[in-house]
């Protein structure tokens, strides 16, 4: 879906270094989402916000850090990534009205930390 | 919170033959779950999905079908083909809340 995207699509990076990770949507939905994918462990949530100043924790925020500089704007940050950081991040998007609650992903961002 | 099961977590099947997924969830508020289908390098994308309201729901060869005092739900595939070959996430939500996610099942449709 051209509507959320991310970049970069691919990262490798050292142990110790910052790096931010960004998703921007057109799609014009309040809610935003940074999930983690890991071979056998599925989408784990990292973090959500569900307007531009709600922020809350997923399951696995720590090391992770976010901001949500606009509607559109999202940003995953790993402070200092360390090896078991490496994985497929996705950045999704959802409605808040009604009954929409389909999410919409992003097309991933490959992380590689040395 | 909420904890999804998911299995099998691998599936084969000859194509035209049906698969079929099971999930369990332990919260017995949530209300919403929706099926995602991955393909291979590609990102997660909405399937199909039912409320709590409902028991089953059927779009072409694919249905879900929930049951609420089990704490289960089911996707079904009929007639496969080999595109339906992806990995396969359940998902369960309270709406409005996060989605916990299953741990999923790649499918594989022999041809």
């Known amino acids: 879906d051209a509507d959320v995207t991310q970049t970069p699509r691919n990262r490798i990076t050292k142990t110790g270094k910052r790096i931010m990770l960004e998703c921007s949507q057109t799609?014009?939905?309040?809610?935003m989402y940074w999930y983690r994918q890991d071979p056998g462990l599925g989408l784990r949530l990292i973090y959500y916000s569900f307007d531009v100043k709600d922020i809350n924790k997923g399951e696995i925020s720590d090391g992770y850090s976010v901001s949500r500089q606009a509607q559109a704007k999202f940003s995953l940050s790993l402070e200092s990534a360390i090896p078991n950081q490496t994985a497929l991040y996705f950045c999704?998007?959802?409605?808040?009205?009604?009954?929409?609650?389909?999410?919409?992903f992003g097309p991933g961002t490959r992380l590689l930390v040395l | 919170g909420e904890n999804v099961e998911q299995h099998p977590s691998t599936l084969s099947v000859q194509e035209g033959d049906s698969a079929v997924i099971k999930c369990t969830y332990s919260?017995?508020?949530?209300?919403?779950f929706p099926w995602y289908k991955q393909e291979l390098g590609k990102r997660p994308q909405l399937i199909i999905d039912?409320?709590?309201?409902?028991g089953e729901k059927k779009d072409q060869r694919i249905a879900v079908t929930l049951n609420k005092t089990a704490k289960h739900f089911s996707l079904h595939i009929t007639e496969t083909q080999p595109e339906d070959s992806a990995v396969y996430f359940c998902?369960?939500?309270?709406?409005?809340?996060?989605?916990?996610f299953g741990t999923g099942t790649s499918l594989t449709v022999i041809p």
């Open positions: 039912i409320r709590s309201n409902v």
């Open positions: 799609k014009g939905h309040d809610r």
């Open positions: 919260d017995s508020a949530s209300n919403y």
């Open positions: 999704a998007t959802s409605a808040a009205r009604g009954f929409q609650e389909t999410q919409y």
């Open positions: 998902a369960a939500s309270m709406i409005g809340n996060q989605f916990y």
